[in-house]
């Protein structure tokens, strides 16, 4: 994630190659920012209602359509 892109409340999703297993694809929103452009960290409140602080490049940004196509794709039996 860009850290233009970052901004309080947007919705993120741990990297899937995020060093504690248990976190990856962990989806959650920003609450904090800390850094410059070159060197920036985030502070996500994750949806179980824990946080974590994450570098910029472990997190990426879920998009309205992303969330929507994952939505659209699950099945109810």
């Given amino acids: 994630m860009r850290l233009r892109e970052a901004h309080l409340g947007a ?3 741990v990297s899937y190659a995020y060093r504690k297993p ?3 694809g962990s989806v959650g ?3 904090k920012l800390w850094g ?3 060197y920036a960290a985030v502070e996500v409140r ?3 209602g824990s946080s974590e602080l994450l ?3 472990e997190v990426e940004e879920l998009r309205e359509e992303a969330t929507q ?4 794709s699950l099945r109810w039996t």
């Fill in 46 to 48: 994750l949806d179980d």
């Fill in 69 to 72: 196509e994952a939505f659209t």
């Fill in 22 to 24: 248990a976190l990856r």
């Fill in 29 to 31: 929103s920003i609450k």
């Fill in 55 to 57: 570098w910029r490049h």
């Fill in 36 to 38: 410059e452009p070159h």
């Fill in 11 to 13: 919705m993120v999703r």
